[in-house]
């Protein structure tokens, strides 16, 4: 059955074939089957959609998400103030932890990254501004979800993704809610399966300190 949701088809099953390719590359039978749009639509929209640069075509010939696309997810990124108030702290982390720092706030079911300092290691972790991600995977989803341990951080060990670990903290308004999540993620090898033990206090730190610069707290 082909996607309505907004009760304008078009851009529903547009929407829709742009979704299908949010984790990763699909050929032309993949999208179909993934937005159960016949063969002759699915290649109709996809191809428009490469016109716009919302789509592209990568080395094997499958539709990946285009530089159009890249563009408006860190522009929306951007529109959301606490990533400004949370530049100085984020940088801080980098710097003290030496891993890759994002800041994500929740975004409906998903979690999208506002802001993204990547590790100056050469095996790092890159997550996009603008990447949305799924909110049941990884300790920063699950402190959007309003998970938080008693030392006041969560960790991820290979959850969302294999042979990556996370410490995620929450940002919290006057009223203790969560708001944004802060984390620092890199490879298991350099974060351990414990990494709270070393990571948790600062990320802590940091969550506090953009709490501080947006006045929330």
Excluded at 56 to 62: A, Q
Excluded at 110 to 117: K, P, Q, T, W
Excluded at 190 to 207: C, D, K, N, Q
């Amino acid at each position: 059955m082909e996607p309505t949701i907004s009760g304008v088809g078009v851009i529903d099953k547009a929407v829709g074939v742009l979704s299908a390719v949010e984790h990763g590359p699909r050929s032309l039978a993949g999208l179909v089957e993934a937005t159960g749009l016949t063969r002759a639509t699915a290649h109709r929209l996809a191809s428009a959609l490469e016109i716009h640069g919302l789509l592209r075509r990568d080395r094997e010939g499958r539709f990946a998400l285009g530089t159009r696309a890249l563009a408006l997810g860190q522009a929306a990124a951007r529109g959301w103030p606490i990533a400004d108030a949370g530049a100085v702290a984020l940088a801080a982390l980098r710097e003290k932890t030496g891993e890759s720092a994002q800041l994500y706030v929740r975004d409906g079911s998903r979690r999208v990254c506002v802001a993204s300092l990547e590790s100056p290691h050469g095996l790092r972790t890159i997550v996009a501004t603008g990447a949305s991600l799924p909110l049941d995977r990884g300790s920063g989803g699950r402190v959007l979800q309003g998970e938080t341990g008693p030392e006041g951080w969560v960790v991820s060990v290979g959850e969302r993704e294999a042979g990556v670990a996370s410490v995620s903290a929450p940002v919290l308004d006057r009223d203790g809610n969560v708001i944004a999540a802060v984390s620092v993620s890199g490879p298991i090898e350099r974060l351990s399966r414990e990494p709270g033990l070393t990571f948790g206090p600062p990320v802590v730190e940091a969550a506090r300190a953009i709490t501080r610069a947006a006045d929330l707290g």
